[in-house]
């Protein structure tokens, strides 16, 4: 699908956004995917997807965050290894790190 290519773009960065935002986003996909198969109204999403073989937002954020720390983990520069250093973490304001999300 062309338009998962485009919000997938980043999703390690943006992934940690508010969940308005991301359900933004599986609105959006949600109308895209009803629009294509011309599904009745009051079928569920989750249906819909299911039948599809289309995975939620949220899943595709998880998915991609395990990707980048797998690659983040293997990775030669001891810079990129210590994004992965959450000892030092002092959370203010609810706000998510990119490691929260696997």
Known sequence: MIIKSIWTYGIQLWGCASKSNIEIIQRC???ALRTIVAV???DRNDI???DMMIPFVQ???T???RKH???LDQHTNPAAIQLLDNSLDIRRLKRRRP???V
């Open 99 to 101: 490691y929260d999300l």
């Open 29 to 31: 996909q949600n109308i």
């Open 48 to 50: 819909v997807h299911r």
């Open 59 to 61: 899943d595709e954020i």
């Open 63 to 65: 998915k991609f965050a």
């Open 40 to 42: 009745y109204r009051y």
């Open 69 to 71: 720390e797998k690659r």
